[in-house]
């Protein structure tokens, strides 16, 4: 599947079959009349687009129900979209796990997986894994690689528009790890890849806590937490994509690092040890003195942190996911702290997907380069240009 029109240089007639298409995916089986009125083109010319669309496996015919028939004699013809013409591929890479959504072309998920990995495990075998994850989610589904139209990818990181990881310092070899091009070598299709707070941004836009608003902050909570923006529906990565990288300003004259921030004991939590961390927090909460005094330290630096984002970015809503979204007293003193210090305080509000945010969110990325394809939709929210 390529673009719609394949050697076709009409521009008109590329015009007309991505509206006849955008038309069909947005109903359930319309006749020819319904999109003649839907779209505003000749009938001959919705009939023309829709051969074509036939032709290149994007369209097919519905079969009328049998009582449909029976009072109407021979019915009208009727159309739709085909969502399986094609699927799409979201992928995390995490510090411990991996996972892999799909989907049709209509972005709904029929199949996921994912696995463990360690924190400590190489490029190289944690590249291993994803492979081992994407290939038991399409054998699970019965999918063809081939069928695959995008694959997106969420990462932690500073990630160039190419897929190279410019700065990783959460995974073993992940800073220069050229991610893109490692993995476009197990696809015909384009891999799309995004930071991974950036995904869950684009996620909680899609399906969570941030749908009803297009300027929403998703922050990546953890000792050194990342953000993701969109601003007026479009995602903000900045000039070199580092926008949202929070969890840097502890550089800023501050000498305290993250890790020993939360630490109860006199030795430094390592940044990857989620379970550690969940102990401090229980501590805090059966009232151990030490234990409270590193979450209160960790709870204000988390909202300098957020605070200096939402100062910047004014926001509609703040979304809190990742580790930290789980454990008990981040919301409320994030909300208390941020109406001190900011001019309007933004919703604060728990992410909703959860652990399958930044699955999903590389999921819409693939979603949003096919529909670009098409539909000639400009500037989707993720489109890199």
């Not at 891999?191 to 950036?198: F, P, Q």
């Not at 939402?310 to 990742?322: F, H, Q, R, S, T």
């Amino acid at each position: 599947m390529g673009r719609l029109t394949g050697g076709d240089p009409s521009l008109l007639r590329r015009i007309n079959s991505a509206v006849v298409l955008h038309a069909l995916r947005g109903a359930g089986s319309p006749t020819l009349t319904d999109l003649t009125r839907v779209t505003g083109l000749s009938r001959p010319t919705v009939e023309g687009v829709i051969e074509g669309l036939i032709e290149a496996g994007l369209v097919a015919e519905s079969v009328p129900e049998e009582g449909e028939a029976r009072r109407q004699g021979r019915p009208a013809r009727r159309f739709r979209f085909r969502v399986e013409a094609g699927h799409l591929l979201g992928v995390e890479i995490g510090p411990h796990r991996i996972a892999a959504l799909v989907s049709g072309l209509d972005g709904r998920i029929i199949g996921a997986g994912s696995r463990e990995v360690s924190e400590t495990a190489s490029a190289d075998d944690r590249l291993e894994r994803v492979r081992l994850v994407i290939a038991d989610v399409l054998r699970r589904t019965g999918i063809a690689r081939t069928s695959l139209r995008a694959v997106g990818v969420g990462s932690p990181g500073i990630v160039e528009a190419d897929g190279t990881v410019r700065l990783g310092t959460a995974l073993p070899g992940w800073t220069g790890l050229a991610l893109g091009q490692r993995l476009q070598r197990s696809f015909r299709c384009p891999v799309l890849v995004e930071n991974d707070a950036n995904a869950a941004a684009v996620a909680e836009h899609w399906k969570g806590s941030g749908k009803d608003s297009d300027d929403i902050v998703f922050v990546l909570a953890g000792l050194s937490p990342g953000a993701g923006s969109l601003i007026g529906g479009r995602l903000h990565r900045g000039f070199g994509g580092a926008a949202g990288e929070i969890g840097a300003l502890h550089l800023l004259g501050r000498e305290v690092s993250p890790e020993t921030l939360l630490s109860h004991t006199d030795e430094p939590l390592h940044p990857l040890d989620e379970q550690a961390v969940a102990n401090v927090f229980a501590l805090a909460r059966h009232g151990d003195p030490r234990a409270k005094a590193a979450v209160e330290r960790f709870l204000q630096r988390l909202v300098h942190d957020v605070a200096a984002l939402v100062l910047a970015l004014d926001p509609e809503v703040v979304v809190i996911g990742g580790w930290a979204a789980g454990l008990d007293g981040v919301l409320d003193p994030l909300r208390d702290e941020l109406a001190r210090y900011c001019l309007r305080p933004p919703r604060v509000t728990l992410s909703l997907l959860g652990e399958a945010a930044v699955a999903t969110g590389a999921l819409r990325l693939a979603l949003d380069h096919v529909e670009e394809e098409l539909f000639a939709v400009e500037g989707t929210v993720t489109a890199r240009h």
